[in-house]
C-alpha cells in the first residue's frame, strides 16, 4: 500500500500503522474481549478515545468514568467519547467486548479527564444529490467550548450506498487565515457490510502525486497534505473517523480550483 494508507489490525490489543508520514497526529484500535484491561501513558500527547462498539469503564488520574459506550458499531447512532489529557496514565477495563478507536496529538494543555456523551455529539445531514452524508462532530471548538483541547478536532462522517464525501476535494497544508489552516487529518474507515469497499483520491500537483486507495474495513488514510475525497461502492455504507491537527482548532479548507464550483451550487460543508 502507500504510505499514506495502510489496513490497521484486529488482534486483541493496540493495533497501530506499520508507517505514519504524518508529525502530529497519530492513530491506534483498541481490541479487548470483556473483563480485559489495557494500561497506557498519554506522555506528552492529548488523546481522544472513540467507542466503536462495546462499553468499558476509563480510569485517568484521580478519575473514573464508567459505562462509556453504548453502541454496538459505528453504524449504530452517535458515540461516547473520552478526553485523556497529556501527562496521563490511564487504564480502560473493557465491561463487554471493545472495539476502541485512540486518536491522538501533541499537547502541554494542563487540563482534566473528561467524557463527551452521545447527546453532545451534534449530527446533520449535509451536501446534495448523490454527496449527502451523516457529519458527527465530537471534538471542536466550535461545537464544545467547555470541551478542552490544544490540537484535535474529531468527527465522524457515514456516506450512504455510492455516495461521495469530502467533496469537492479540498486540502489544508499552509496557514492563511481565514482561507485556509494547515492541518493534517487522518480517516479511519469502517464498512457495512464488512466486506464491501469504496475509493478515496489523494492528489498533490506541489508533491507530485495522484494515488487512488481501495477503502475496505478498517483502513487507515493519512493526510500530512494533499487534496482528498471519498465515495462508497453501491451497496455498501461507508463510515470514516476523521480528526485533525494543527497550530490552529480552526477549520479552513482550500477546494481544487478545477472543481469548487460544485461547492458553489448547493450549501454544505467540507467533510
Known amino acids: 500500500m502507500s504510505r499514506y494508507f495502510t489496513s490497521i489490525g484486529s488482534a486483541e490489543g493496540l493495533n497501530r500503522p506499520a508507517e505514519n508520514p504524518c508529525h502530529l497526529l497519530d492513530f491506534a484500535r483498541l481490541v479487548l474481549p470483556a473483563g480485559a484491561s489495557y494500561v497506557g501513558e498519554t506522555g506528552n500527547r492529548e488523546v481522544l478515545l472513540v467507542l466503536m462498539g462495546g462499553r468499558c469503564t476509563v480510569h485517568a488520574g484521580d478519575h473514573t468514568f464508567t459505562k462509556v459506550g453504548r453502541r454496538a458499531h459505528p453504524f449504530a447512532g452517535k458515540p461516547h467519547a473520552a478526553y485523556l489529557p497529556a501527562g496521563s496514565r490511564y487504564t480502560i477495563t473493557a465491561e463487554t467486548g471493545l472495539d476502541a478507536a485512540l486518536c491522538s496529538a501533541p499537547a502541554d494543555l494542563v487540563t482534566g479527564p473528561y467524557v463527551i456523551e452521545p447527546a453532545e455529539v451534534s449530527a446533520a445531514n449535509v451536501g446534495a444529490a448523490n454527496f449527502t452524508r451523516e457529519l458527527r462532530t465530537i471534538l471542536t471548538i466550535t461545537d464544545q467550548p467547555d470541551r478542552p483541547a490544544q490540537r484535535l478536532i474529531v468527527g ?39 466486506e464491501g469497499f469504496g475509493i478515496c483520491r489523494h492528489y498533490s500537483r506541489e508533491h507530485g502525486y495522484d494515488h487512488n486507495y481501495t477503502i475496505k474495513d478498517s483502513t487507515l488514510f493519512m493526510a500530512p497534505h494533499g487534496y482528498h475525497t471519498t465515495c462508497s461502492a453501491p451497496g455498501y455504507t461507508n463510515y470514516f473517523l476523521w480528526f485533525l491537527a494543527g497550530e490552529h482548532r480552526t477549520q479552513a479548507v482550500a477546494f481544487d480550483p478545477d472543481l469548487a464550483w460544485v461547492q458553489k451550487t448547493v450549501p454544505m460543508l467540507a467533510r
Open 156 to 194: 465522524e462522517t457515514i456516506v450512504p450506498s455510492g455516495n461521495w464525501s469530502t467533496y469537492p476535494p479540498h486540502k489544508h497544508e499552509v496557514d492563511d487565515l481565514p482561507r485556509e489552516a494547515r492541518h493534517e487529518e487522518m480517516y479511519y474507515f469502517r464498512m457495512a457490510p464488512a
